[in-house]
């Protein structure tokens, strides 16, 4: 394990994820501050996208790699837009390495930082396991009040590809989805045998399947969920994309979000009760 502190004091932990056969098969970086996952390389070959144009700054996400949606996915609620989690600092339970696996495990609790935004006790955790050439996220959420806890929440997974009009995502016709930030009430049904994204996609599917394939030219990458319904599929076309100060221009172009979310039937915790989600890459080729 390699352990560096960039400037602001934000530890990054990076560690080599082995194969079966005790040989080094991808890497994979994750940053205390929002738990945030900014590479996962696989032999070598870059498989998410971190915009080059990032604010490494407190108070704002990184733009890239995969920010934990909590406790509210995108405006849908009266928190600050996806909730608070990937702004916070969160704190380093633990790292395991052993020869088949690597696992970094992070935690993060209500405090004096998180009661103005949301009153609420709770303790979240979100372990990253690397094995061979699948990287395993699992996020849970204990209730840790009196009262119950109410919440919405997703795995903003930003997949780099070489050239998005190349590639494509499978597995979610015959879905029904809504478009984030549309109306509630109005769904629709997937019926393209595939989605080829040449505009701007920003759609939420309801009660997902629980593997999507990204297919390109020479790659192949699952995203598989479980305990999450929903799964989100967003790029923002080359419009929006010139409005957000932290993306290059053209980075639309290399990127697509699939995100393993629970966003239409919010996540109830009893006193006492917890929740898992579970999303997991597979570099299949
Ligand atoms: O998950 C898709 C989405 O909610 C889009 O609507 C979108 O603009 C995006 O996330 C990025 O949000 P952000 O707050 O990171 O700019």
């Known amino acids: 394990m390699e352990s560096a502190?960039?400037?602001l004091d934000w530890r990054k932990i990076?560690?080599?994820?082995p194969n079966s056969a005790g040989a080094t098969a991808a890497h994979v970086e994750v940053y205390e501050y929002g738990a945030h996952i900014t590479s996962w390389a696989v032999t070598g070959d870059e498989r998410l996208f971190l915009s080059p144009s990032t604010e490494f700054r407190p108070g704002a996400a990184i733009r890239g790699g995969?920010?934990?949606?909590?406790?509210?996915?995108?405006?849908?609620?009266?928190?600050?837009?996806?909730?608070?989690?990937?702004?916070?600092?969160w704190e380093l339970s633990d790292v395991r390495e052993d020869a088949e696996s690597v696992c970094v495990d992070l935690?993060?609790?209500?405090?004096?930082?998180?009661?103005?935004?949301?009153?609420?006790?709770f303790f979240a955790r979100f372990q990253v396991e690397g094995r061979g050439r699948?990287?395993?996220?699992?996020?849970s959420v204990f209730n840790r009040g009196t009262i119950?806890?109410?919440?919405?929440?997703?795995?903003?997974?930003?997949?780099?590809?070489?050239?998005?009009?190349?590639?494509?995502?499978?597995?979610?016709?015959?879905?029904?989805?809504?478009?984030?930030?549309?109306?509630?009430?109005?769904?629709?049904?997937?019926?393209?045998?595939?989605?080829?994204?040449?505009?701007?996609i920003d759609r939420i599917y309801l009660n997902a399947p629980d593997v999507v394939t990204v297919r390109e030219p020479y790659r192949v990458l699952e995203v598989r969920k479980q305990g999450?319904?929903?799964?989100?599929?967003?790029?923002?076309?080359?419009?929006?994309?010139?409005?957000?100060?932290?993306?290059?221009?053209d980075g639309y172009l290399h990127m697509v979000c699939i995100e393993a979310g629970q966003i239409e039937t919010p996540v109830e915790l009893a006193p006492q009760e917890s929740w898992t989600g579970v999303q997991t890459l597979v570099a299949v080729q």
């Open 14 to 17: 990076r560690l080599n994820v």
């Open 148 to 200: 119950p806890l109410t919440f919405t929440c997703a795995l903003h997974t930003y997949l780099r590809l070489h050239d998005v009009q190349q590639a494509q995502v499978e597995g979610l016709r015959g879905t029904h989805y809504r478009l984030s930030g549309g109306s509630r009430a109005e769904t629709f049904v997937d019926e393209a045998e595939v989605i080829r994204i040449d505009r701007e």
């Open 228 to 249: 999450f319904a929903d799964c989100v599929v967003w790029n923002p076309w080359a419009e929006k994309c010139a409005l957000m100060k932290d993306m290059p221009p």
């Open 107 to 121: 935690h993060l609790m209500d405090s004096p930082a998180t009661h103005p935004i949301w009153d609420q006790p």
């Open 134 to 139: 699948q990287l395993e996220m699992r996020f």
């Open 66 to 89: 995969v920010p934990v949606i909590f406790p509210q996915f995108s405006l849908e609620g009266p928190l600050p837009r996806h909730g608070f989690a990937r702004t916070q600092l």
């Open 5 to 7: 502190f960039d400037n």
